[in-house]
């Protein structure tokens, strides 16, 4: 008893005893009784011709005869015959009883003698059944509810309930299912009299061990039971207040509706989120134990016999086959309106209680039961969403499930994705978003993707309430669409004709792969439709914010969520980490990633990447940068703005935007640009403009093991080669001007170099002015021979960006800012590029303005220590071929001074080399060789010559005359002894490295010009 009370302790009683109608009719005669007995087991849709029926199954007609039957009742009829012909020991029952079959001295009752009803049954019923009650109630139930006059359904209702009460009904079970009742100690239990052991049977109908004759015998009963509320024990005593509270019917109202066709419990169905806790109980267990057979739902079949016909005629009842066919075609459009509501109330109650569908359960029960589904008899325990992520969770946890219930798993999540009616949970909390926005759209899952897109908050602001979209958050979690795209009808419908193109060698059966195929393709122009785009987007949305929807990602990193991010071992526990949690495992993941230390398979490295470039690919699928950049993208990225902005280039319009950014919101796209900085592969524009120079130029960056970042750094250094495409060259330079708002930005230089930022430039971002901090520090060490301050890493690092800046005057804002005034001036004819503008201005240095030359003067300097850009690029073979790789930039100017003469010298190198010649020894300041070797003698000889001549200005060569006065007198040290004696010999060669010579002769060698 306990245990019975444990598993709900309100059982439907159901009470229509075949047994009792038997010992009824067998006052009558044996043979009456047999062919009674044939009707009970017999589910015949016309009473017409149960006769005919029972006289074949009496004669041993393997093939029963049925006239004028329609189509879908023949498979009924077979289905009932073997038990038909099993029922002896029914009826042995019946004749033993027969002597007590008068109740309180009475006759029985027939209903065909009955004022009441006798006229019915003559009107509507077969004069071969006019003397078999059993019959004749099953006659009287399945006709239309307006053709039975009050009086008789009255009667009906007062025989069945009557019926109900009689204590024989236990005296019955017991001898048909004797030995369930010995198997199932909880029902043995029971005590007789009191309509328990029935019920308490119908719980374990199922399972197995259960007589043909005993599961026969419950269901039958259930078929007349379910048609009147009243009839289910206690059921009235628990839903009256909820009968009342809906309207559905009051049970006072038994002489006004006595013959109620299940109404009430299709109006309680309706109002099932509404029900009290108890209610919903009493009413799910009812429709579990309706879906065997969907005769037992009266008001759905009623509504849907024309549509089984349609649809199922060859799917015989039981099992819940003809509910499984009918859902299938829910939407078809020759499907009835009536039996499609009807069929949406069914599977609203399914969401509720998951034994509803039976097909499902019968599928899906061992495995349930084997990873342990269903912990408690609580009502959330036995929901559909409860036993459906649960066993998703043991297929991603690569445990065995059962290729049935796998099937059955499959037609439930495309269900779900087709009809949001039948989500209770979508129903109620995005009542006024469907109301408002997707009216009318219920067709194949439209209102579905119709509330995805709404809850895009860049698209729509505050069309979806936060209720609404963590409905459809747990939807796409319990659907899981991305596992397989077929599972959304408006999905594979709308990307069909692109699947076809672009994903035709991927078996169409791997859904998951084809999924994975659409999203690489995303960006494809040529291919990728629009509404396919659009879809896509739809369902990305929400998986990008929830680690475990994508699969393949969850696959081959979960153990390292687990181990490094705390992640659940669970793909889901409802006591585990929300999606709210979970949306940080893949940043998690990327940060352990990144770190040399962890260990990161792989595989799960490379999912990561896979995952971050399709991110990229969208600002919708980038959540951190849409939740903290939505009135940015309004403001500066949105066809709102002043300058219209192409779709998919929202991000490279923020980080256009850098510096007008809320913090928050330059937070969010700093980390993104970092990342895309690492990897190229997340510079979606980029990619789509580059992958053909990469295939040209980096084959060997992109054939080894290499960090992602250098493939950038091989697109820069081909940037103006002859080849490349020019689009392509815009957009790497684009790439290295976003890289210039914060020093972060470039990853390499960030890893190189962040201590010694810290540490010397604080609270610097700006990379131009970072090189131009840390420049100047490796320039003083240098000069000063102290010991260098920045480490080696860094420095090469400051290396490589002074010569990128060197490249481009855009790319220097300092500069850029400085001497734009100058180079309209000087040099408007030269292109911004290849350092033509910087060279320019070198060159009519002494006719700069005066802001202009402190930054030029300032950038030479730093190009002195740590690269040229101009020179590295016109003498880079000569550099190969004669110098030291490892040398410093004053180094290999210097070699490349002592090998300028020779015969195979490349000659615009020679010239080039002679012109840095001129600069440097206009001032010494240019020149850090000298600096160091004549540190001592310009303190001792020449400081008031320094005194005299100020920072931001040229010193036209007066030093350097300086230590060549005191050369002559032999007055110098050995090193600057030696420097000097080199200058000297190249003046020799040519006038003008000797700046005094040359400002004095000037205008002679201007009247020399043509002669010599």
Not at 738 to 745: E, G, H, N, P, S
Request: charged fraction near 30%; glycine fraction near 4%.
């Amino acid at each position: 008893m306990a245990a019975y009370v444990r598993r709900g302790n309100l059982f439907i009683f159901i009470t229509l005893l075949f047994g009792f109608f038997t010992l009824v009719q067998s006052i009558q005669n044996v043979a009456e009784l047999q062919k009674n007995d044939a009707l009970v087991g017999a589910n015949v849709h016309d009473p017409n011709h149960r006769a005919e029926f029972v006289q074949n199954v009496q004669q041993g007609v393997k093939q029963p005869f049925v006239p004028n039957v329609v189509p879908g009742a023949v498979a009924d009829f077979e289905r009932a015959a073997p038990f038909a012909q099993g029922n002896a020991k029914v009826n042995d029952i019946s004749a033993k009883t027969e002597s007590q079959q008068k109740i309180g001295g009475q006759p029985p009752i027939r209903i065909w003698d009955s004022a009441e009803c006798g006229p019915e049954v003559q009107r509507l019923c077969s004069p071969r059944i006019q003397k078999n009650n059993f019959a004749i109630l099953d006659c009287l139930q399945n006709a239309e509810e307006e053709s039975v006059n009050e009086a008789c359904k009255h009667f009906l209702y007062q025989y069945k309930r009557n019926l109900t009460l009689d204590m024989r009904f236990d005296s019955t079970a017991k001898q048909v299912c004797s030995n369930e009742l010995e198997m199932f100690q909880d029902c043995r239990s029971q005590p007789d009299g009191q309509g328990m052991k029935i019920p308490c049977l119908v719980e374990h109908m199922d399972e197995q061990g259960i007589s043909g004759n005993c599961h026969q015998y419950l269901t039958r009963m259930a078929a007349i039971v379910f048609s009147d509320y009243r009839l289910i024990y206690k059921f009235g005593d628990v839903c009256n207040a909820d009968i009342e509270k809906c309207n559905c019917g009051r049970l006072e109202d038994s002489y006004r509706h006595p013959h109620s066709q299940g109404a009430t419990l299709e109006c309680l169905a309706k109002h099932l989120a509404t029900l009290t806790s108890q209610c919903k109980r009493q009413l799910l267990r009812v429709a579990e134990l309706q879906s065997d057979d969907y005769h037992m739902d009266r008001p759905l079949y009623y509504a849907c016999r024309e549509d089984r016909e349609r649809f199922c005629e060859k799917i015989s009842a039981g099992g819940g086959k003809v509910f499984e066919c009918l859902f299938k075609h829910k939407f078809d459009q020759e499907m009835s309106k009536n039996c499609r509501e009807k069929l949406v109330q069914r599977q609203q109650m399914i969401a509720e209680d998951v034994k509803v569908d039976k097909t499902f359960f019968i599928a899906c029960k061992p495995d349930i039961d084997k990873y342990r589904c269903f912990f408690n008899q609580n009502d959330e325990d036995v929901r559909r969403s409860t036993a459906l992520l649960c066993l998703e969770n043991a297929m991603n946890k690569d445990k065995a499930v059962t290729p049935e219930c796998m099937a059955e798993m499959s037609e439930m999540r495309q269900s779900l994705m087709s009809d949001y009616q039948i989500s209770p949970e979508i129903v109620i909390r995005c009542n006024n978003e469907i109301k408002a926005r997707c009216q009318g759209l219920q067709s194949k899952g439209q209102t579905i993707h119709c509330l995805m897109d709404l809850a895009n908050k860049r698209k729509s602001k505050d069309a979806v309430s936060h209720e609404c979209k963590a409905a459809l958050e747990d939807l796409i979690r319990e659907a899981d669409p991305v596992s397989n795209f077929k599972i959304d009808r408006v999905l594979a419908e709308a990307c069909e004709p692109v699947v076809k193109t672009i994903c035709k060698d991927i078996p169409s059966s791997d859904g998951g792969r084809v999924m994975n195929c659409l999203m690489e393709n995303l960006d494809n122009t040529n291919l990728m439709t629009e509404e396919c785009e659009e879809r896509l987007m739809e369902i990305q949305y929400f998986v990008v914010r929830d680690f475990r929807l994508d699969p393949t990602l969850y696959k081959y990193c979960k153990n390292e969520a687990k181990e490094l991010c705390h992640a659940s071992d669970d793909w889901y526990n409802a006591k585990s980490y929300s999606a709210d949690n979970s949306s940080m495992v893949l940043p998690c993941l990327y940060r352990h990633m990144k770190d040399k230390d962890q260990k990161v398979t792989r595989a799960c490295k490379h999912e990561i990447r896979r995952t971050l470039r399709w991110r990229a690919k969208s600002i919708d699928l980038e959540p951190e940068i849409e939740d903290n950049c939505m009135t940015e993208l309004g403001k500066y990225c949105s066809n709102a703005a002043s300058t219209w902005i192409e779709k998919g280039k929202e991000i490279a319009c923020l980080q256009d935007c850098f510096d007008k950014l809320s913090d928050d919101c330059k937070n969010a796209v700093g980390n993104f640009t970092e990342d895309e900085d690492e990897d190229i592969e997340l510079d979606n524009i980029l990619m789509h403009l580059c992958t053909p120079m990469l295939k040209k130029f980096c084959q060997f960056e992109m054939g080894r093991d290499t960090d992602a970042s250098d493939y950038m750094s091989c697109l820069i250094e081909h940037k103006h080669d002859a080849e490349m495409d020019p689009k392509c060259a815009a957009g790497i330079e684009h790439h290295q001007l976003i890289t210039l708002k914060d020093y972060r930005f470039s990853h390499k230089f960030k890893e190189a170099c962040k201590e010694s930022v810290i540490k010397h430039c604080n609270k610097v971002t700006d990379k131009s002015k970072v090189v131009s901090c840390l420049s100047e520090i490796v320039r003083n060490d240098i000069l000063l021979e102290n010991k260098p301050q920045i480490p080696h890493a860094c420095r090469k690092q400051l290396e490589v960006e002074v010569l990128r800046r060197g490249e481009n005057i855009d790319l220097d804002p300092e500069l850029k800012a400085a001497c734009i005034g100058d180079a309209l001036k000087f040099c408007k004819e030269k292109h911004p590029g290849d350092a033509q503008i910087i060279e320019c201005l070198k060159e009519n240095q002494d006719k700069l303005s005066k802001e202009c030359f402190q930054v030029i003067f300032k950038r030479q300097r730093e190009e002195a220590n740590l690269g040229d850009y101009t020179l590295f690029t016109v003498c880079k073979q000569m550099i190969k071929k004669y110098c030291l790789v490892t040398d410093r930039m004053d180094d290999i100017l210097h070699c490349l001074k002592k090998q300028k003469n020779l015969p195979e010298f490349d000659a615009k190198c020679r010239m080039f080399v002679s012109r840095r010649q001129i600069q440097e020894n206009k001032d010494y300041r240019l020149n850090p060789s000298l600096q160091s070797s004549c540190k001592m003698d310009i303190e001792k000889f020449c400081k008031s010559v320094v005194d005299n001549n100020k920072d931001d200005q040229s010193m036209e060569g007066e030093v350097i005359q300086c230590l060549k006065q005191r050369f002559v007198k032999k007055l110098l040290s050995k090193r600057c002894t030696d420097e000097i004696y080199a200058i000297i010999k190249e003046a020799a060669k040519d006038y003008r490295q000797d700046p005094v010579l040359a400002k004095a002769c000037r205008k002679e060698v201007r009247g020399l010009k043509g002669k010599v």
